[in-house]
């Protein structure tokens, strides 16, 4: 069988590919032929005709197998190509090579729930992502990707480079705070063998990629992934551009983070960064959308994975608590008057020995404006106290403490590389003197959630009134962060900063009325705060529930903010449970009551 190129899309000389049939064997052999005795030809058929009508001088040609398409492997050879990989590959190469197949590509399908009818979902959506296979102390493999990549996943499956297959994976930790999840893929890691049965560990299980240290600025990174513009493995390169806090967009927090000029594009997120030695520096997680700025995508650093990892072992493999803070609101003193009012004074001109004069820097720090309830530092620090270093690392007069040579971030920083527990020594400036504290850290939680932790979020229905839990979604849905909004979303929006004075305060919400004969005259209330219920202050919605299991008397008031002069809402106490019960008949709600407090 000869097959040959048209003459009028190829160069000279014309190739034809012969398949020879020898003792039983197609072999293929190639051969040259001058283009200039090819005739016209018009179609196959014609060709063939004048090819047994005339000879050519034929030219055998050395046959390279992969110059158009790899050499790939037939299901009937039957070789160990583990070994003969093995010993083909260098072994920088095999490196390279078990290192880009341990980058997965992550499926998931997301079923978020519906924050302003909290009782249901929305639509499902899909997405895919990026992930990387680690070795976790204590724990295991798993697969490390962001935390935003499964929020919410239904179903949640991963693939190895140049598989076919797609393995369910089982979201087993979530760190929003710091956008890291670990997945667990038990067909891709059975569980381990004890080491005392002379078990090995299955060749086929992907190489564990290791952590290495964070890099320097114009250091060169690769970023590994599958972004959006097609589907197998892509591979960008960088340099470090900076190292310092950032607001990591998953839940609000400000974290240590790195920032590159490699490409960071939908779909790379949750893929590892790595140095010159194949270690993972970062994980990718997110960029800047704004057309002005190009070559920009942030990281978050391997010493904010270790802390996750860490957090996450030593919680049992399943929960992140987050990261620390000294729960303190600051000012700055870069005002040389404002200084000199708390008698720390500016800098001052000696003269030395030899005649030289030098500047001696005075006491520098921040000075504290409020100390949180929740903070371990309440009842220690005060107002007017000035924070000169913690745990004897100087503070700036910009609140910032020194990092590495030539580079400064932020105080908390270092505060947040603590954990749930460790104390923190203080060196303070009080009332013109210099004293030494300490208390223990923790993280502070916020009065307005940025999440539930993929829970669907609370809400209580009372004759018709449903009330939820103000949060960052809830505010999101309500587009409070638009140009214009509403004068009640614009009061709620206020809240997001108010600090949280018990550990299960909540601020409740009216969010809608559900229209029944016995709230009529209230279905345009939505969107308020609720201060008391029979002149009892609301501190959740659990306590609200509690309060409207309790109350005896024959109405039930409900007074929104603002505290003078705010709506006022009259019910019926005795008809509330058929009234709620014929509510939640009518809009298919299974339960009146869901929280997320334990």
Not at 41 to 66: F, G, N, V
Not at 370 to 389: C, E
């Amino acid at each position: 069988h000869i097959n040959m190129l048209s003459p009028s899309m190829m160069m000279s000389p014309t190739i034809a590919i012969v398949t020879l049939l020898s003792c039983g064997v197609p072999t293929v052999v190639s051969f040259s032929f001058p283009l200039s005795s090819v005739p016209s030809m018009h179609s196959t058929c014609r060709y063939r005709r004048a090819l047994s009508h005339r000879s050519y001088p034929l030219k055998a040609t050395i046959e390279q197998d992969d110059i158009f398409w790899p050499k790939s492997l037939s299901f009937s050879e039957n070789i160990d190509s583990d070994e003969h990989h093995d010993e083909i590959l260098g072994e920088e190469e095999q490196l390279l090579t078990s290192t880009l197949d341990s980058v997965l590509k992550i499926y998931a399908t997301h079923s978020e729930p519906d924050f302003l009818i909290p009782w249901q979902k929305q639509h499902q959506t899909t997405s895919t992502s990026s992930g990387f296979v680690l070795d976790v102390p204590g724990i295991g493999y798993r697969v490390m990707t962001n935390a935003h990549s499964v929020e919410y996943g239904s179903v949640v499956q991963v693939q190895r480079r140049g598989d076919d297959q797609k393995h369910a994976a089982i979201v087993e930790a979530v760190g929003n705070e710091c956008d890291l999840a670990l997945l667990r893929v038990d067909s891709l890691f059975p569980p381990q063998s004890d080491a005392d049965d002379g078990s090995m560990i299955d060749d086929d299980i992907p190489y564990a990629m290791p952590l290495g240290p964070l890099p320097s600025l114009q250091d060169e990174v690769e970023v590994l992934g599958y972004p959006a513009g097609g589907d197998s493995l892509c591979v960008t390169k960088g340099v470090v551009s900076r190292i310092e806090m950032q607001e990591y967009a998953q839940a609000g927090e400000r974290l240590l983070a790195m920032q590159i000029d490699a490409a960071i594009n939908p779909g790379n997120s949750g893929g590892p960064v790595l140095n010159d030695h194949f270690e993972v520096v970062g994980v990718a997680f997110q960029g800047i959308d704004e057309e002005s700025i190009e070559n920009v995508g942030y990281v978050v650093p391997s010493s904010v994975v270790l802390h996750f990892l860490e957090d996450v072992r030593r919680n049992n493999g399943k929960l992140a608590k987050g990261f620390c803070h000294l729960g303190l609101e600051c000012s700055l003193l870069e005002n040389e008057t404002f200084r000199k009012f708390l008698k720390l004074g500016g800098d001052d001109t000696q003269i030395n020995g030899n005649g030289a004069k030098r500047k001696r820097k005075r006491a520098t720090g921040v000075m504290v404006r409020k100390v949180l309830p929740t903070s371990g530092a309440y009842g220690i620090l005060r107002g007017m106290d000035v924070i000169l270093a913690v745990d004897g690392i100087p503070l700036g007069n910009d609140g910032k403490i020194p990092f590495r040579r030539g580079e400064r971030v932020d105080l908390g920083g270092y505060v947040s590389s603590l954990f749930e527990g460790d104390e923190v020594h203080l060196t303070l400036w009080r009332e013109g003197k210099e004293m030494e504290v300490s208390f223990p850290v923790s993280p502070i939680k916020s009065l307005v959630p940025s999440h539930f932790s993929n829970a669907p979020p609370p809400y209580l229905i009372c004759s018709g009134f449903v009330f939820t839990a103000l949060s960052v979604p809830y505010l999101e849905a309500k587009g409070a962060w638009n140009d214009f909004c509403g004068e009640n979303v614009s009061y709620l929006l206020g809240l997001v900063n108010a600090p949280l004075k018990q550990e299960e305060d909540e601020v409740v919400v009216l969010a809608q009325v559900l229209a029944h004969r016995a709230n009529l005259g209230y279905e345009n209330f939505f969107d308020l705060h609720l201060l008391k219920f029979n002149d009892v202050e609301v501190r959740s919605l659990r306590h609200l529930n509690e309060l409207i299991d309790k109350s005896a008397g024959p109405f039930m008031t409900f007074e929104f903010a603002p505290e003078d002069g705010g709506r006022l809402i009259v019910l019926d106490q005795a008809a509330n449970d058929q009234v709620t019960k014929e509510v939640c008949s009518e809009h298919a709600i299974g339960t009146p009551f869901v929280t997320t407090q334990k």
